[in-house]
Antibody
């Protein structure tokens, strides 16, 4: 069974830093691209970051570029999101999500999600 | 960046109703369009990928259509468990943007 478990959320002051982790199980983690998606309270989903397999390509939403860093450790089946210079508007539930490429349709989608980690930025 | 616009933002429906949600991309995304369902306090769940392919385990009352810039998600006969929020997402290019969501309630 595919499982993604986030951890590392919590309360942090504006300007502070936090690192989220996502531990994967039930699939070959090193073979899959991964994403971070967040959801502010009462708001919709916002895609924020992507990392490829191997020698990783990393992409970011404009709202977090330069402040957040995505990384992975395939030996530990883990995905990370290092967040710095945090703002009140970064308050959200952060989800890690597995990205799958379907060879038949040649399409990409997020087919497994973690339960989410709540990050609250407040003084 | 590609902007995704869903309509309506919310709708009220009853069990047994047919419901259609639309999603419009700001540029041609071929069929690189996915639909997700999210219930309160839960992670999103993939329903439809590649605009019209049903994800394994998803009931056949859900269907998707469209290509290019205009897409639809249709629920042919609403069940009580379908009252939720629905999001489209494009995976044609980075950033992989979501629509703003459609809340389906009673």
């Amino acid at each position: 069974e595919v499982q993604l478990v986030e951890s590392g959320g919590g309360l942090v002051s504006p300007g502070g830093s936090l690192r989220l982790s996502c531990v994967a199980s039930g699939f070959t983690f090193s073979s899959y691209e991964m994403n971070w998606v967040r959801q502010a309270p009462g708001k919709g989903l916002e895609w924020i970051s992507y990392i490829s397999t191997g020698d990783p390509l990393k992409t970011y939403a404009a709202s977090v570029r330069g402040r957040f860093t995505i990384s992975r450790d395939n030996a530990k089946n883990s995905l990370y999101l290092q967040m710095s210079s945090l703002r009140v508007e970064d308050t959200a539930v952060y989800y890690c999500a597995r990205e799958t490429y379907d060879a038949l349709t040649r399409q990409i989608f997020l087919d497994h999600w973690g339960q989410g980690a709540l990050v609250t930025v407040s003084s | 960046d590609i902007q995704m616009t869903q309509s309506p933002s919310s709708l009220s429906a009853s069990v047994g109703d047919r419901v259609t949600i639309t999603c419009r991309a700001s540029q041609n995304i071929n069929t690189f369009l996915n639909w997700y369902q999210q219930k309160p306090g839960k992670a999103p769940r993939l329903l439809i990928y590649a605009a019209s392919s049903l994800q394994s385990g998803v009931p056949s009352r859900f269907s998707g259509g469209g290509s290019g810039t205009d897409f639809t998600l249709t629920i042919t006969s609403l069940e009580p468990e379908d009252f939720a929020s629905y999001y489209c997402q494009q995976t044609y290019s980075h950033p992989r943007t979501f629509g703003q969501g459609t809340k389906v309630d009673i």
